[in-house]
């Protein structure tokens, strides 16, 4: 795959630029006070005019009219959805479809001026203690192990992943997420898969409001994926999605759009879903999202945590350029389909960890030089920690 510098500026054009013009445009609601939009049309009433005022007296002035309330009103963006840690663990956190399609949540979008969060900028009294360089700032990291065993006529895999977060100080509507992920193969035996193949990405996530009903989800992934070895235009692949939410009420939401994979086996799939709460059931959480569907139940909850246990599927797998033990230059794709149970434990405003265990079948492995080949099923062993 060639892909060029331009094309891949271009992507970031069609990314970035839109959202910054519509978010000139968003109805003051989704991200100021409207008590500071007042306060600032004073501020120039008494700057003007015959009756300018020295800025010691405006100040004082200002103070003298406005009556401060016991506790100021906290306005967040009207998101279709709520943000929660917890649809981390497996639909979630940056929606990275590479290798594992709904590796990180498209559907949690950040959740914008909230008093004390990494995304509200950090400018007040006190200062959040995570900025990173560039404007920058930590919002949150994730570390994931993922384990397949083996078999003498199948393939055993173990995937290390390590994820962080990044919002934009000015333009918290922004994610950046830098990510990079091991693999470490063992057999098959029936041909010759490098030892360890590697993935090494940064996803640029864009939350956009559109209303207090839809959202747009969108994002580009450009990455490399490779043993190393082959070094080759067909290791850098670029991924992405594009998504629209609708908050039909409080216990449906919508959601449509495309999943760009760019991979040998697979290259686009649709995002079709509908997540579901019941009224009457509200700990009860349905995700019918295809590719990556998840029942969750909420079954201990206090001040401090939560407890989740939930049944989901998902494609896993990937494509990477590898070099053959002859020496040539190849492509690499594995797929798979897995069926998990999982547990997880919230702690609410801190971390969260999460275990699953399931069952992986339907793998394949297939080389763009040939021949293909069918593994055995095996089990699945997944560990995770979200702070």
């Not at 609410?348 to 021949?371: C, K, Q």
Request: with cysteine; net charge negative.
């Amino acid at each position: 795959m060639h892909i060029t510098g331009n094309w891949i500026i271009g992507w970031l054009c069609v990314i970035v630029f839109p959202a910054t013009l519509c978010a000139q445009n968003l109805p003051p609601s989704q991200f100021a006070n409207p008590q500071t939009n007042q306060t600032q049309q004073r501020v120039q009433q008494l700057y003007s005019g015959s009756s300018a005022r020295s800025p010691k007296q405006a100040i004082l002035q200002i103070l003298a009219e406005y009556e401060q309330p016991e506790e100021m009103p906290v306005r967040t963006a009207q998101y279709p959805i709520d943000s929660s840690i917890a649809e981390e663990t497996y639909s979630p956190e940056e929606f990275v479809p590479h290798p594992e399609v709904y590796s990180t949540t498209p559907y949690s979008p950040p959740n914008l001026y909230e008093p004390g969060s990494a995304q509200c900028g950090c400018d007040g009294i006190e200062d959040c203690g995570n900025h990173a360089p560039f404007g920058l700032q930590w919002t949150k990291h994730r570390f994931t192990t993922t384990v397949l065993p083996g078999s003498d006529s199948g393939m055993g895999l173990t995937t290390l992943d390590l994820r962080t977060q990044l919002s934009l100080k000015d333009f918290p509507i922004v994610q950046v997420t830098p990510r990079f992920s091991a693999h470490f193969v063992d057999g098959p035996d029936v041909t010759d898969v490098p030892n360890e193949l590697f993935d090494s990405a940064v996803d640029f996530s864009l939350f956009l409001p559109v209303n207090e009903q839809w959202i747009f989800l969108g994002g580009v992934s450009p990455g490399y994926f490779s043993d190393f070895k082959n070094s080759s235009s067909d290791a850098f692949r670029v991924t992405g999605r594009a998504l629209f939410v609708y908050k039909k009420s409080k216990q449906t939401t919508l959601t449509l759009g495309i999943v760009y994979l760019n991979r040998e086996d697979v290259s686009v799939l649709p995002a079709v879903g509908l997540t579901y709460i019941p009224e009457e059931i509200p700990d009860l959480k349905f995700e019918f999202m295809f590719p990556k569907p998840k029942i969750s139940y909420r079954f201990e909850q206090s001040e401090s945590r939560e407890r989740w246990v939930y049944l989901g599927g998902e494609l896993g797998g990937g494509t990477w350029a590898v070099q053959r033990t002859s020496g040539a230059n190849d492509v690499l794709t594995y797929r798979d389909l897995r069926l998990a149970v999982g547990l997880e434990e919230r702690i609410l405003d801190n971390y969260s960890w999460f275990v699953e265990a399931g069952y992986v079948f339907s793998r394949e492995l297939e080389y763009t030089s040939g021949p293909d080949y069918d593994l055995d099923e095996t089990g699945m062993i997944r560990i995770g920690l979200v702070y």
